[in-house]
């Protein structure tokens, strides 16, 4: 316990891998203690533990939870473990919403399964709806910190069309815009929501979209940069969002590409 630098924590939704362990990492580097909650096969566990020892190596304290983040009776069981587990006078300063469950079905096929009303419930209630509803479990749980700050990813794909990208694409305009009202409606708490939109980055959740390949070639194209976005881009705008000096920004929707969306 004498490590602990501060006792404030960051809380990341999906934080095993891509843009979510990049800022779980970034964070913890800046004395952040930090919650990660993702869902893993136990044959990835080993790698996954791996790259979590990054995390605690900058001398936080450091948990995971291994469990379903979108179900209710799971979310539940984690509020409670949260606040079983943080030492008593710990608040969570920032939670991260990284849940990347997204159907990425074609809308019209002539020999693929076509999205159906099903796929589209699915996948906005795990990448938009539960935003939401993991803040208002903390909210009424007590456990935000004051002057707290909530951050989801989006992307590009909110307001362009993209092939297979339909039920994704929903989901990610229903996260811009239940994000804006959290920002207005928690400003009372303390509460700065925002997104970012990550440029297009070379993630797992990416390469399953089906024609990736040609997304990561166009983009490196588009870009100014003439490559693409990192996690680690990603990661440190949103440290920035959770500093001090970020405290008036609130209900935006901040582009981290290097310019890629110009053109």
């Known amino acids: ?11 990341i939704l999906g934080g095993s891998k891509g843009l979510g362990l990049a800022t779980a990492i970034k964070l913890g580097s800046n004395g952040y203690n930090i919650l990660v909650v993702h869902r893993d096969r136990n044959l990835d566990m080993p790698g996954i533990k791996s790259t979590f020892k990054e995390i605690s190596s900058a001398g936080v304290l450091f948990k995971n939870f291994n469990k379903d983040a979108i179900q209710l009776a ?14 008593k006078g710990h608040k969570i300063k920032v939670l991260v919403h990284s849940i990347a469950k997204g159907n990425l079905k074609p809308m019209y096929s002539s020999n693929e399964q076509e999205l159906s009303n099903q796929d589209f419930q699915i996948t906005i209630n795990a990448m938009a709806i539960s935003l939401y509803d993991w803040a208002q479990a903390l909210i009424k749980a007590g456990l935000f910190a004051e002057d707290s700050r909530i951050i989801a990813f989006t992307s590009e794909g909110s307001s362009k069309a993209i092939y297979n990208y339909g039920a994704v694409g929903a989901a990610k305009a229903a996260l811009e815009a239940i994000s804006r009202n959290m920002a207005l409606e928690f400003a009372a708490l303390g509460i700065k929501t925002n997104c970012i939109q990550a440029g297009v980055t070379n993630t797992e959740s990416l390469r399953r979209i089906p024609g990736s390949e040609n997304l990561l070639e166009q983009a490196k194209l588009r870009n100014p940069n003439a490559r693409l976005t990192t996690p ?3 990661a440190d705008v949103a440290y920035l969002l959770c500093t001090e000096e970020a405290k008036w920004i609130n209900g935006t929707v901040i582009k981290v590409d290097g310019g890629e969306s110009l053109r």
């Open 74 to 87: 799971s979310r539940d069981e984690l509020i409670s473990e949260i606040q079983h587990f943080l030492p």
């Open 232 to 234: 680690e881009d990603v």
């Open 1 to 11: 316990m004498d490590k602990v630098k501060t006792n404030n924590w960051a809380l």
